[in-house]
């Protein structure tokens, strides 16, 4: 069964712009959550989808958006880029969406630098 | 979200077991204890995970205090492959949130 892929895998942008990454989950999975990583930050979780609903949001600002399809491939939005947003953003697949979670399977991550 | 304690990093010998420690005091009845690991360029994978009793699966082994204030990730025999950084987190819920976690170097 092919893992979790993410495009694209990099990606350079200025400040102000806007960016979308996707996320492609494991057959069969209908949870998408979404994380950036910052060597700062560490790994902090943005969202979380589960059947084309938004399920769980951290602590981030309204820039960040996400959306699911219903084929459960996700897409993630940052729009007025800013320096800070520069990371790594991985994706992470799961069956279900249940109280206590299933085990996430992550992605390759997309790589995002912002000048 | 509860937190946990790791120590920032570890060394060990190939083919030696490896007990990684996790602190976790304020842990609340429901929080199960997971534990991901993050190899160098990867994304975060799952190791295992336990609510109170011992957990044992091909990669690991996970004790939990009686008392589940604490646990500790054994690997029975290290491998260079092993060489990551070790996450510890309690989940009460659907998203996974990550500490700085435990920096696994494996030596030949």
């Known amino acids: 069964k092919a893992g979790v892929t993410q495009t694209p895998r990099y990606l350079i942008k200025t400040r102000g712009q806007q960016v979308t990454l996707s996320c492609s989950p494991i057959?069969?999975?209908?949870?998408v959550s979404w994380y950036q990583q910052t060597p700062g930050q560490g790994l902090q979780f943005l969202f979380e989808?589960?059947?084309?609903?938004?399920?769980n949001k951290g602590n981030f600002p309204g820039r960040f958006s996400g959306r699911q399809f219903s084929n459960s491939r996700s897409e993630m939005n940052v729009s007025t880029l800013e320096l800070g947003d520069s990371a790594l953003y991985l994706c992470?697949?799961?069956?279900?969406?249940?109280?206590?979670?299933?085990?996430?399977?992550f992605g390759p991550g997309t790589r995002l630098t912002v000048l | 979200d509860a937190k946990t304690t790791q120590p920032n990093s570890m060394e060990s010998n190939e083919e030696e077991p490896v007990h990684l420690p996790c602190n976790h005091s304020t842990i609340s009845g429901t929080d199960y204890i997971h534990w991901y690991r993050q190899l160098p360029s990867q994304g975060p994978e799952y190791v295992i995970h336990g609510l109170t009793s011992n957990v044992n699966n091909r990669m690991a082994s996970l004790a939990i205090a009686e008392d589940r204030k604490s646990s500790t990730l054994i690997l029975h025999r290290a491998t260079l492959r092993d060489a990551a950084v070790y996450y510890c987190i309690l989940r009460a819920g659907t998203a996974l949130i990550f500490g700085k976690g435990t920096t696994l170097s494996v030596s030949s």
């Open positions: 057959s069969g999975h209908r949870s």
């Open positions: 989808y589960f059947s084309e609903t938004q399920r």
């Open positions: 992470a697949s799961s069956l279900t969406s249940g109280p206590f979670g299933d085990t996430q399977y």
